[in-house]
């Protein structure tokens, strides 16, 4: 396997052929392709998936086919704390459709994080699978995992971890030096409304203003997916929905895949879906055939 400098242009051969193939090789190669399709599906120049259209919105008459992004399958997680079996994860079986933006709601320790932490790579399940387009997730490599987190997964946090040294350009500067193709920060920066506090520090920066300049480095480097843990969980409700119309206008303009978790259910109603989880297993999927602009969410 080879990839060329501009990731979207991935050679799926060895340098010496196609029957050289290592068979560790394939699973990776398989996640390529699957990446390649998605990735030539969802630049910024394409066409953004409307609600209208979207294959889990009830009600409505899908225009296309829209393959899930994420499969998962009897999904467990087991932590072993002091000989003590802490069971986050009982059985998860999930499809998110690419393009979807999800909420994650439930009690604490019903094993919200857990999930959101293993469909992005920083964790890996003690049974079940997860597949990311074709491939297995939770076959991969710790390097493979690495190469799928960096190339196709945006975090964002409750707490923003800016780096208080460096401004907000150059905060999200850091990511987009080392992506193969993304966009420049400032318009990273004006996707999330900042194009007047480029050359802000964080302490000169209002928490929602931070958690903006936190998407933004997510999102520059074009991630197919976006994760966000409680992104409005330490901010008022005013400034949580300025957050949140940053959000779904990433998830409406690049098409990017975006599962949310927060303990506030009324954000649901920007939502495709809103999931249920209790006690380590989903305990509902409401489909949203009205969704709500954030702008209108009140808490
Ligand atoms: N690294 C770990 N080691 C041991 N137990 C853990 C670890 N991470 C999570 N847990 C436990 O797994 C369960 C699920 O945790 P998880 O963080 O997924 O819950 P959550 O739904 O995100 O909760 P919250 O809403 O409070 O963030 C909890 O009981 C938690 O204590
Ligand atoms: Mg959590």
Known sequence: MS????????????????????????????????????SAAHGLNSRPIEATEHPLVAGSQPQTEIAPAFRVRGLTKTYQTDGIAVHALRGVDLDIATGELLVLVGPSGSGKSTLLNILGGLDKPTEGDVFFHDAALTRMT??????????????????????????????????????????SPEDALAMVDLTDRIDHFPSQLSGGEQQRVAIARAIAKRPEVLLCDEPTGALDSHTGIVVLEAIERVNRELGTTTALITHNAAIGMM???????????????ERNPNRQPANSISW
């Open 142 to 183: 710790t390097s493979d995992l690495t190469t799928y987190r960096r190339h196709h997964v945006g975090f964002v946090f409750q707490f923003y971890n800016l780096i208080p040294s460096l401004t907000a350009v150059e905060n999200v500067r850091l990511v987009t030096e080392i992506a193969t193709d993304p966009m």
């Open 3 to 38: 990839i060329d400098p501009n990731r979207r242009r991935v050679s799926l051969c060895p340098p010496d052929g196609p029957n050289q193939q290592p068979p560790e090789l394939s699973h990776i190669n398989a996640f390529l392709r699957g990446a390649l399709r998605v």
């Open 271 to 285: 939502a495709h879906a809103t999931v249920r989880f209790h006690d380590g297993k989903i305990a509902g999927i």
